[in-house]
């Protein structure tokens, strides 16, 4: 139940994109098509911005995208804007009806 | 709208225990897995403990193993986590958690979240 490693901070101006790696094994991101991201604002719960690696939920623009490739998965957040600042998390399905959750990334919007 | 409100959180002592509850509203409860996910203040996301949509498979994190009990009452759309033997390294937000399908093994991921409850361990 090791978690996810994340880069801790991220950062772009308004308009650039930022790509935020989740890397992890072939027991739980490499294994599964089931890699979730979560958008944080500060002092607010967790909310569902990518799930099964790269699907979008109804409501969350179509700046955010995500992939996957071996043991890593990735968010992109392309036309950065304000509103995006926030902390980030990676999740995966780890096998043996495990969650495991990556440790965060704080992006700044410059 | 689906809803997800915690409560039971509180200042409890190491060693004793405190029982969290998680109301649902919005959609069947019964048609899902649940999870608590737990955040220390400051800290990332840790994950607690998750239940299939009828109880009958349940999985802990090693941390809380032995000391922390899920259950759910469908009929009364509600969520349940006992935590006996407390530490002060329980403390924590803990947020009660929707997936999108109804088993745990192989979890779609969540959906929704509520807003948390804070159960703080300190003598």
């Known amino acids: 139940q090791s978690a996810l490693t994340q880069p801790p901070s991220a950062s772009g101006s308004p308009g650039q994109s930022v790509t935020i790696s989740c890397t992890g094994t072939?027991?739980?991101?490499?294994?599964?098509?089931?890699v979730s991201w979560y958008q944080q604002p500060p002092g607010k719960a967790p909310k569902v911005m990518i799930y099964?690696?790269?699907k979008r939920p109804p409501g969350v623009p179509d700046r955010f995208s995500g992939s996957k490739s071996d043991n890593t998965a990735s968010l992109t957040v392309s036309g950065l804007q304000a509103e995006d600042e926030a902390d980030y998390y990676c999740?995966?399905?780890?096998?043996?009806?495990?969650?495991?959750f990556g440790g965060g990334t704080k992006l700044t919007v410059l | 709208e689906v809803q997800l409100v915690e409560s039971g959180g509180g200042l409890v002592q190491p060693g004793r225990s405190l029982r969290l509850s998680c109301a649902a509203s919005?959609?069947?409860?019964?048609?899902?897995?649940m999870h608590w996910v737990r955040q220390a203040p400051g800290k990332g996301l840790e994950w607690v403990s998750s239940?299939?949509?009828?109880?009958?498979?349940?999985a802990y994190a090693d941390s809380v193993k032995g000391r922390f009990t899920v259950s759910r009452d469908n009929a009364k759309n509600s969520l349940y986590l006992q935590m006996n033997s407390l530490r002060v390294e329980d403390t924590a937000f803990y947020y009660c958690a929707k997936d999108m399908h109804y088993s745990i093994s192989g979890s779609e991921g969540i959906d929704y979240w509520g807003q948390g409850t804070l159960a703080t361990v300190s003598s």
């Open positions: 099964e690696v790269s």
């Open positions: 919005g959609f069947t409860s019964g048609d899902y897995a």
């Open positions: 072939s027991s739980d991101v490499g294994g599964f098509n089931y």
């Open positions: 999740s995966s399905y780890g096998g043996s009806n495990n969650l495991v």
């Open positions: 239940i299939s949509w009828n109880g009958g498979t349940i």
